[in-house]
């Protein structure tokens, strides 16, 4: 448990590191998933730290460097996204996060390739050819963004030591996973309807991608965490801590080797973001802000439970907050987390932004027309799914 007063201190840093990933399918001028090799104009993909690819060999990946603001994020997304579009040639990125229509079949769609069977490198191909088996390759080809923050380390070294931060980021993961329904709403993006269920966002629903079975993990500090991951590896349920699909990532160093004493765990990712295909970069720069403020706050909580119990619930109150027509319950809820926030604000110091960019959220929240996914459902309703992402796409 953390002492109130050093609680305090943590949810004051401001500063630290901002970066960004960013996922899209390539795709033809007529708007089906391109089947060309990665472009080499792009560069090497096995070497690249800011282009690559993710499952599939047409769904390329922006990597943002790690930026003090931000401010400065969304320049360097601009930045390798012009780099993109220009390497593209005759294909385009689709700026939506629901894959095009038209698909091959399933066994078709290409597998990201790295090296040639022998190479150390080709692990990472047959890492994909595992999932596909598994998961089928449709539902990898969602795509999103995550948005990864890092506290000042200087300020937390103040504060903390290593296995107190480790902890503190173990437990800080487990307050934003367990609010995530805010977000999952709130950045809705990719309207679709499935199996009967129309969703605001498909990829963070229950048709979405997502592992076979709930993982309950023990949230309790680093070593606990660890140990608890690593025996639902051990159990086969999945192959290991890379395919934890978790809409909320606690990411550093050492991490696989399951040691809490060799773990240096140095930031916390969101993976909720839906691409906005209303906004040039695929998010709307006041939802960076809004995040930010989301982690700062989660920080102030992490002396909270986070049970299995809790964890189900989270699970679930996320998957009703994917679906486009939300029950009381769920608005009251997401309404509970706008006014903690609002009231969080009040003495958080943070710029105006941060309340502007709050107020736009709350905007759409108590207005659904604004919301993503309402507008493009009467966009899609005045062209089709189709048009009009690519005429996004191809801006």
Not at 117 to 129: A, H, L, N, S
Not at 315 to 329: C, Y
């Amino acid at each position: 448990m953390f002492q109130h007063v050093v609680l305090k201190q943590l949810q004051n840093i401001a500063d630290g590191k901002f970066g960004l990933e960013r996922e899209n399918l390539r795709v033809t001028a007529s708007g089906r998933l391109a089947m060309t090799p990665h472009p080499k104009s792009l560069g090497d993909k096995c070497c690249n730290p800011e282009i690559t690819t993710d499952f599939s060999e047409s769904q390329i990946e922006i990597v943002s460097p790690a930026v003090s603001s931000v401010e400065a994020l969304l320049p360097e997304i601009s930045r390798i996204n012009a780099k993109v579009k220009k390497g593209l040639e005759d294909e385009y990125l689709w700026m939506q996060s629901v894959p095009p229509c038209h698909l091959p079949p399933e066994d078709k769609i290409p597998l990201a390739q790295f090296g040639v069977p022998g190479d150390v490198i080709y692990e990472k191909t047959e890492y994909r050819m595992y999932l596909a088996a598994k998961y089928g390759s449709y539902k990898q080809l969602y795509s999103g963004i995550h948005f990864n923050f890092s506290f000042d380390e200087d300020q937390l070294n103040e504060l903390l030591s290593l296995e107190q931060r480790n902890d503190f980021y173990i437990r800080l993961m487990a307050q934003a996973l367990k609010y995530r329904y805010f977000l999952t709403f709130t950045l809705a993006a990719s309207p679709k309807t499935i199996n009967g269920t129309t969703y605001r966002s498909a990829r963070l629903g229950k048709e979405g991608y997502h592992n076979t079975q709930p993982i309950l993990l023990d949230y309790s500090d680093t070593a606990s965490y660890l140990c608890s991951l690593k025996k639902v590896i051990d159990s086969g349920v999945i192959e290991g801590s890379r395919e934890l699909y978790e809409l909320v990532r606690a990411k550093g160093t050492n991490m696989d080797a399951f040691n809490s004493l060799k773990a240096e765990i140095n930031r916390i990712e969101l993976r909720l973001p839906d691409l906005n295909p209303f906004y040039p970069d695929g998010i709307n720069p006041a939802d960076l802000y809004v995040m930010h403020l989301y982690i700062k706050w989660c920080s102030g909580l992490i002396n909270d439970s986070y049970t299995d119990e809790e964890q189900l619930i989270a699970s679930q109150l996320s998957f009703e907050a994917s679906e486009l027509d939300l029950t009381v319950a769920v608005e009251h809820k997401i309404k509970a987390i706008f006014d903690a926030l609002f009231v969080y604000l009040e003495n958080a110091g943070l710029p105006s932004i941060y309340h502007q960019s709050l107020l736009e959220a709350y905007d759409r929240f108590l207005y659904p027309k604004k919301r993503y996914a309402e507008k493009l459902l009467h966009a899609y309703s005045e062209s089709s799914f189709e048009q009009f992402n690519l005429e996004h796409s191809i801006k």
